[in-house]
């Protein structure tokens, strides 16, 4: 807590004090985020620094004609309570009736805390540099062996714990603190020709092996001493978790269940509907997200400071499960808010913050699906990704930092990047041989969902559709 400022639970109550005669409901949330981190470049640190932020949301509810409609008001800092309700009130009386409207969530349907990891009345964490110090004296002593090694370091180690704290004029009075960690290191030679980058996403740095990193980078560095053409076109690829990861994340974006009624993805069935039921793979993939996922938790109950198209404001305390998006191959669920849900005749699905993709029949690790590939490419990672039709999810992006050339079992050499046309749904019903699952972070998306675990996959055929000059 910024010092000088009242704390969440205050603040909580005196808005809803503020809003008891003036609306017909109100939630308000307020995110404290305490975050640290460090950057560092050409084998040497940069910046460092501790960050607070404190984002206080107000939802005010009016019956207007019968109907509810929602005001809602997002402030930062220091705020007063009474003029914050105000606001939202005043937003709401001239706002238009909410499509997503439901009663406000009640204390009986969330349960002891809905399973959170802390009681309404904790205090957040303050930021601390120290918990970056193991991290930085590792770092230390790859910069020198990089020297000697004539490559040079570049990168980040970013720390955060995010205390979110929800309160609604019905009662409930939720908590959690989720922390989070991204580690970066990306390697390049002198000359600028070959580079190469690991990333991990960690809990509190515990995990992070700088050593370990710095050793896969240099190997791909030497890896990537013989140079190989090779043709744009369709080719096959194995995928590490790291490139799986943003693919997936990117599908369970677009798994919205009104969407795909209204006909605009990869998810709508042709005559109308949905393609839940419908078989996406032959392989029994399993796609989930689960608050209570080991070495994933993440929060357990909705916290929507907006309404969308599956989330919705009224939603607020809503407790969340493992929800199953594809289950043995076949699509299985897709994302609704309670209103919606209720429209469709369907259960509603909240956002979830992590995310797990595993074949239950894979046993193979890494290393042995590239020891099983005659010939093919190995990639790295994804960048830039874009969705350029939304109706077949199709994706266009680039690949980075390492695009290396697999013969008769064995890694023997590099070649350019490339940009690629590919839909992950296509990917998935494409793919024959999975690996067993991992923890990986996505190079282009795991910013925005840093807690996943994902398998390699072999792909027959992958479209590169142009060489890239990225680097």
């Given at each position: 807590m910024r010092s000088g400022m009242p704390p969440a639970q205050e603040l909580i109550d005196a808005c809803l004090d503020a809003a008891r005669n003036d609306t017909d409901g109100c939630v308000v949330v307020v995110d404290e985020a305490e975050e640290v981190e460090i950057r560092f470049a050409n084998n040497t640190t940069t910046t460092n620094g501790v960050r607070h932020d404190r984002r206080v949301t107000v939802v005010a509810l009016r019956s207007l004609a019968g109907k509810m409609a929602a005001g809602v008001v997002r402030r930062g800092g220091d705020v007063e309570p009474t003029s914050l309700v105000m606001a939202a009130a005043e937003h709401a009386s001239v706002g238009e009736p909410a499509e997503d409207a439901a009663p406000l969530v009640a204390p009986f349907e969330v349960g002891a805390g809905s399973g959170s990891n802390g009681t309404f009345d904790q205090t957040p964490v303050a930021g601390d540099l120290s918990l970056l110090s193991t991290t930085v004296d590792e770092l230390a002593g790859a910069f020198r062996k990089a020297r000697t090694a004539d490559h040079v370091l570049a990168g980040s180690a970013e720390h955060g714990r995010a205390t979110t704290y929800v309160g609604t004029s019905t009662g409930v009075r939720l908590a959690h603190t989720q922390p989070s960690g991204t580690f970066q290191l990306a390697a390049r030679d002198i000359d600028g020709e070959r580079s190469a980058w690991v990333g991990k996403a960690t809990t509190d740095f515990e995990d992070v092996a700088v050593d370990a990193l710095h050793d896969q980078l240099q190997r791909r560095l030497a890896w990537a001493a013989r140079r190989i053409e090779w043709p744009t076109g369709r080719t096959e690829v194995l995928l590490p978790p790291e490139a799986v990861s943003d693919l997936m994340i990117a599908l369970a974006f677009d798994a919205?269940?009104?969407?795909?009624?209204?006909?605009?993805?990869?998810?709508?069935?042709?005559?109308?509907?949905?393609?839940?039921?419908?078989?996406?793979?032959?392989?029994?993939?399993?796609?989930?997200?689960?608050?209570?996922?080991?070495?994933?938790?993440?929060?357990?109950?909705?916290?929507?400071?907006?309404?969308?198209?599956?989330?919705?404001?009224?939603?607020?305390?809503?407790?969340?499960?493992?929800?199953?998006?594809?289950?043995?191959?076949?699509?299985?669920?897709?994302?609704?808010?309670?209103?919606?849900?209720?429209?469709?005749?369907?259960?509603?699905?909240?956002?979830?913050?992590?995310?797990?993709?595993?074949?239950?029949?894979?046993?193979?690790?890494?290393?042995?699906?590239?020891?099983?590939?005659?010939?093919?490419?190995?990639?790295?990672?994804?960048?830039?990704?874009?969705?350029?039709?939304?109706?077949?999810?199709?994706?266009?992006?680039?690949?980075?930092?390492?695009?290396?050339?697999?013969?008769?079992?064995?890694?023997?050499?590099?070649?350019?990047?490339?940009?690629?046309?590919e839909s992950p749904v296509d990917l998935l019903a494409r793919a024959t041989e999975v690996g067993t699952s991992r923890k990986a972070l996505g190079r282009e998306f795991g910013e925005n969902l840093p807690l996943t675990a994902m398998p390699m996959l072999r792909i027959p055929v992958f479209n590169l559709s142009s060489v890239s000059r990225a680097t």
């Open positions: 919205s269940g009104r969407n795909a009624e209204d006909g605009q993805t990869v998810f709508s069935r042709s005559g109308g509907g949905t393609r839940v039921g419908d078989r996406l793979s032959a392989i029994p993939f399993q796609l989930w997200s689960d608050p209570y996922e080991t070495g994933l938790e993440c929060r357990p109950f909705v916290v929507a400071t907006s309404s969308s198209t599956d989330t919705s404001i009224f939603d607020n305390g809503m407790p969340l499960a493992r929800t199953e998006w594809i289950l043995d191959g076949h699509c299985h669920r897709l994302r609704y808010h309670r209103a919606g849900a209720a429209h469709s005749g369907v259960r509603p699905a909240g956002f979830i913050g992590n995310l797990v993709l595993e074949s239950p029949t894979a046993t193979a690790e890494e290393e042995e699906l590239v020891r099983r590939t005659e010939r093919g490419l190995l990639l790295t990672c994804l960048w830039y990704l874009r969705e350029v039709d939304p109706v077949t999810m199709l994706l266009t992006g680039l690949t980075r930092d390492g695009v290396y050339v697999v013969e008769n079992g064995a890694v023997v050499g590099a070649t350019t990047n490339f940009r690629f046309n």
